[in-house]
């Protein structure tokens, strides 16, 4: 037996303009979407939403849910409530994982954990390997392939050119190639001059696997693009006729490298934040961004503030007030966010359910109170790590509800929904 939920008043957030709009939900998805539908769905449940605005369910294409073997930090459970927390709905999860999640088995292995234990949709990269090329190509059960040409957290590094060019020749032409594009002969030649992954590393390695992509003629997306530099190399690859995307993480958007040297440590990811100009060409720049991802990399304070702290910081729970701070600044504007979000990695990734709010698809919703003026703070976070380098931070936007499939998942201050309820989202 069906059943008809109806969100009544809302601002709703469409392509380029915003509507106040009823939401008519039945079942998982969306039935309708329109001004007055009360007087259409009499069965319905109604709920008042006046006041609040309507985004499609965010969709994180980046994150790190540590699990296998960094549960201790992450795992399927807390991070895929800390999505939902700041209003994502869908995560798509990369392969660092210990062991890698590199082959058909670790893969099945972790996608079987992921339909008990998490809480939103979720996909994962298959990681490559020197040596994994064609079995990867033909694995469908993966969002897309990932590779790190630049060394990060765990083991998985394919810096050598008969691999990268096994990969970029098998994987096919159809699916994503993701990459973390830093040189690593770069990045050690700089280290050993004391010197910690300047641009150049990242400028290189773009250049490289546009030139891999433009080859073997496969889709390529660009991770964590950081400078404008790579945003050059990517425009130019665009009006030649290539498939590229890219991501810019809030962390480059939003923290430069004077508030690492405030937040030491804390403010240590890969590759690093940058200067201050470096962020502003960013923003004077998104028009070549397809997408923002938090490459939510969670790490426990003990590891932070030990004498080899790794890179990373978790980012699920505060990107999406940071960027409703920056509209309320001017700096963008609520479609943006939207696109950047959900509908243009709906896009990139096939999920041709999700990333918008209109009848057919999947009613995946966030909605938030755009005049809620709070301080992010360390303490109430979801993620296991339990801190964020956005701490003190004060911001006008907050997730007050979140639906995943109809279904509300998050009110504002507790995750609704059970471990299980997350479902698996493929390219097509």
């Not at 209003?87 to 996608?111: F, K, Y």
């Amino acid at each position: 037996m069906t059943s008809q939920l109806l969100l009544c008043g809302g601002a709703v957030v469409l392509p380029g303009e915003i509507k106040q709009q009823d939401i008519l939900i039945e079942d998982a998805r969306i039935l309708a979407a329109g001004a007055h539908l009360a007087g259409d769905a009499p069965q319905a449940t109604h709920v008042d939403i006046n006041g609040l605005t309507v985004f499609p369910g965010l969709i994180d294409v980046h994150v790190h849910l540590r699990e296998p073997g960094g549960e201790h930090k992450e795992d399927l459970y807390t991070g895929t409530c800390a999505a939902l927390a700041g209003g994502v709905t869908t995560v798509l999860a990369m392969p660092n994982t210990d062991p890698p999640i590199t082959h058909r088995e670790s893969l099945q292995d972790v996608l079987a954990s992921a339909a008990a234990r998490t809480v939103c949709d979720y996909g994962f990269y298959l990681g490559g390997t020197l040596d994994n090329a064609e079995e990867a190509a033909a694995i469908p059960d993966a969002i897309g392939l990932k590779l790190y040409i630049g060394s990060s957290t765990g083991s998985l590094l394919v810096d050598q050119l008969p691999a990268q060019i096994a990969h970029f020749a098998a994987y096919p032409r159809d699916r994503i190639i993701a990459v973390h594009a830093e040189d690593e002969a770069a990045v050690q030649y700089y280290a050993g001059r004391g010197q910690r992954r300047p641009p150049m590393c990242a400028t290189l390695a773009t250049a490289h696997v546009i030139a891999l992509a433009e080859h073997f003629e496969r889709r390529l997306h660009v991770c964590h693009v950081s400078t404008a530099y790579e945003l050059a190399l990517i425009r130019n690859a665009r009006a030649r006729g290539l498939d590229v995307t890219c991501e810019v993480t809030p962390h480059h958007l939003f923290l430069s490298m004077a508030d690492e040297q405030r937040l030491g440590a804390l403010g240590q990811v890969n590759p690093p934040l940058r200067s201050p100009e470096a962020v502003d060409a960013l923003w004077a720049q998104l028009d070549v961004v397809d997408m923002i991802a938090t490459d939510h990399a969670p790490h426990t304070l003990d590891e932070k503030n030990s004498a080899s702290p790794p890179s990373g910081m978790p980012g699920m729970e505060t990107m999406l007030p940071l960027l409703l701070d920056a509209a309320y600044h001017g700096r963008l504007s609520l479609p943006d966010i939207a696109r950047l979000t959900s509908t243009r990695p709906a896009e990139v990734f096939g999920l041709a359910n999700k990333g918008r709010i209109a009848p057919g698809h999947h009613a995946d919703l966030t909605l938030v109170n755009l005049n809620h003026q709070w301080t992010i703070q360390n303490e109430g976070l979801f993620t296991r790590c339990g801190w964020t380098p956005f701490a003190g931070l004060s911001v006008h936007g907050k997730v007050e509800q979140v639906y995943l499939r109809g279904k509300q998942v998050f009110d504002g201050d507790q995750i609704l929904a059970q471990a299980g309820d997350g479902c698996l989202v493929l390219q097509g």
